[in-house]
Each structure stands twice: as structure tokens, then as C-alpha cells.
């Protein structure tokens, strides 16, 4: 019996994941953690946290490790969400979708693999060629250093010159 329990297939676990959302303009961090359905299709959770944007590295580091660890894995309930469903647009209180997306920047952050050692930061850097910024850190870095790597980004993303 040991021999077929060893031989069956594990179930395959998903990197986890957080998207970040920053607005210097508005003074507002959105941080949405992630769940995934069987078929691999991430949604942003229901409750999202907001910090100040000039919150110290410290917290937003803290903040970005509670909310990568509150991935979890559910079966979307409802299909037929629109874009207006989407939880950090809620979060954000303004009136379109198109103004939520020129006033905050994404930072995408995954683990690299299974085992989330390593989290890979993917900033969007709103460019027409669909060019982005990714930097990678050990998931155990000090949450000053989170903080300071995800604002370093966000600096990067505001300033970009192509």
C-alpha cells in the first residue's frame, strides 16, 4: 500500500500571489491578495488593504507578506464578473475604470516557484512595446527591504523615459 500511495501523482501547489497598486497622486497603496481556481485562474480576493503611500518600508514590507500569504486557492462563485466587480477597483472609489488605471501603477508579485522562496516583482510600466520591470528577492528579505524594493520600482515606473 505504501508503494501506491508513494506512486500517486501530488497534487500540484500554485505559486502564490499579490498585486499591488500605488498611487502617488491619490497617496494610496491598494494590496490585493490572489486566489486561484483549478483551472489557474487568479481573482483578486474580496478584502483589500489600503495603506498611505508614504507609509514607512517597514509596513508596506509587513503588509506585502501578510497579504502574499493570504493566497488561497477557491473556485470563482461568479462566472459573469465584469470589470466593475473587480475588488481593487472598488477599493479605489473612483468613478471609471479607465481613471483607476491611469492613476495607479501595478506591481504583480509571484512566487517563483511551488515552494515561494524567491518573489519575483513585476512592474508595469504602462508601455505600448509591453515592456516590464521585474526584480527578484528571497521571500524571507526583511520587510524593510520589501518596502524599499516596491518603492524604488514605483519610482522607476512614474519616471520611465520610453
Known sequence: MNLLNSLKKEKKKFPKMVVLYLSSELNKILIAPQYVDESWIRFEQEEIEILDFNCSNE????????NFDKFAEKNMADKKRTSKDWPAYQASNLKSIKEFEKKYYRIS??????????????????????INLTSLISAYAKNEKLGILTKELNEIQLYRKF
Open 59 to 66: 509596513l508596506l514590507g509587513e503588509s506585502i507578506k501578510k
Open 109 to 130: 508579485i509571484n512566487g517563483s516557484n511551488e515552494t515561494n522562496a524567491t518573489m519575483v516583482f513585476e512592474a508595469d510600466m504602462k508601455s505600448e512595446n509591453n
